[in-house]
């Protein structure tokens, strides 16, 4: 390895093992230790078993390897189900960053679980510790139903850790500017992007069938909070038009889902649901396939949108209509690569998706620079370099090396031998 490079500890407590339906925070955590890896870093990725068949240490790709801790059960859990386990996770993880070649140069710690095990395993070692929250608890507090989902814990560990780690990279600006409304100092803050993995999501290649109707996508992980009641209210505005929206539960799980059931009556009460298809949940890899059958990707959830889902749908060629909140606000440039619409008015909305998609020739630009903009501003190759610009500052400077001093014979007199 070259001579700067780091030993670098990515420690999360988020599900790695399941590829096909990984959320933001585990596929961002996944890309950005392949990235490193791939720019000559030594990185470990730290996270809890959670599949049996997964083995203790298996590698991601050049210089980046996953260690599977064995706490708790090797069962997908949510937050207050891994709560409980953090302390051993903890002691574990302690133990093993202080084994002589696997001790890093610094600790880089994910979401607000990940954040409280790394923040305890390092204390009294002097190793710097960098924490990304993932999306914060104030804001997700503000979405409908939010104070019944968020942790009660959460808030106040985010705050406590945003003051205490060494360093904070911030997802968006909007993110930057929640955390200083929580007390972390802006000169502690470094906001670095989220990826997007320009192989996979591309413009040209496999697409799933459509028929002849312009076709409006949405990807969103929550059905009731991502704006898609919304999209199906502005649906009525766009009449030739049809949404297709991927997320929520498995395909097989769609009829029974309360949520689904509601946006599907109100589709029906509209009288768009000829026009309205749900997808349910799908596997990564099919995600890109639906979105190049797109005219248009729609972003309406008005707290905390996916800051990935935009840039994927940019990456394939497709404009992209958001409410200019979170990572959105600063990936969609308004006019230029898509449009920013505002929140919860889907008259408005319908109308604007109804003059796009009258405007052929704005659409093909903004799709040229949509893709231009994905694959070259948030390449995963860029956004590792700029974490690793965030963490240098952290570390001490490399000691000069010892300069060679020089014998040389002594210089006989001018003229001598003459």
């Avoid at 990515?10 to 990984?22: H, K, R």
């Avoid at 599977?68 to 937050?79: I, T, W």
């Amino acid at each position: 390895m070259p001579s700067s490079s780091l030993n670098i500890a990515l420690v999360t407590l988020a599900d790695l093992s399941n590829e096909p339906a990984a959320g933001v925070h585990a596929v961002h955590v996944t890309e950005l230790a392949r990235a490193l890896g791939q720019q000559g870093h030594r990185v470990t990725v730290y996270t809890r078993r959670t599949d049996e068949s997964a083995r203790p240490r298996v590698r991601l790709g050049a210089g980046a390897t996953v260690e599977h801790l064995d706490v708790g059960p090797a069962l997908p859990l949510d937050e207050a189900g891994v709560l409980p386990h953090v302390k051993a996770f903890t002691e574990e993880l302690a133990r093993r960053l202080s084994q002589g070649r696997q001790r890093p140069d610094l600790v880089h710690a994910h979401g607000w679980l990940g954040g409280l095990a790394a923040y305890a395993a390092v204390q009294d070692t002097g190793i710097p510790l960098v924490q990304s929250f993932h999306g914060l608890g104030v804001v997700e507090n503000r979405r409908p139903g939010g104070r019944r989902t968020v942790h009660p814990a959460r808030i106040r560990i985010e705050r406590a850790l945003g003051r205490g780690v060494t360093r904070v990279l911030a997802g968006c600006d909007h993110e930057a500017d929640e955390l200083v409304r929580m007390g972390v100092a802006r000169p502690q803050i470094t906001v670095v992007p989220y990826g997007v993995d320009g192989e996979r999501f591309r413009q040209t290649g496999p697409t799933m069938p459509r028929g002849r109707r312009p076709r409006l996508v949405m990807v969103c992980g929550d059905l009731e909070n991502g704006g898609v009641a919304t999209a199906i209210r502005a649906l009525v505005h766009v009449p030739d038009a049809e949404l297709v929206v991927a997320g929520g539960p498995s395909r097989e799980n769609l009829e029974t889902d309360p949520v689904v059931q509601r946006l599907t009556t109100l589709a029906k009460e509209l009288h768009v649901s000829d026009r309205t298809l749900f997808l349910g949940r799908l596997p990564r890899k099919d995600v890109p396939k639906l979105l190049r059958t797109a005219r248009l990707a729609l972003c309406l959830a008005p707290h905390q949108p996916s800051g990935m889902t935009p840039l994927e749908a940019m990456a394939c060629g497709v404009p992209v209509v958001t409410v200019p909140a979170g990572a959105s606000a600063d990936s969609v440039l308004d006019g230029v690569t898509g449009l920013h619409v505002p929140a919860g008015q889907p008259v408005a909305i319908g109308r604007a998706l109804r003059r796009l998609l009258g405007e052929e020739t704005t659409l093909s630009a903004w799709a040229i620079a949509a893709a231009d903009r994905a694959h070259s501003r948030y390449a995963w190759e860029r956004i590792g370099a700029e974490t690793v610009r965030a963490y240098a500052g952290l570390l001490p400077e490399p000691e000069p090396e010892p300069v060679a001093e020089e014998h040389q014979d002594e210089e006989e007199p001018v003229g001598a031998g003459v």
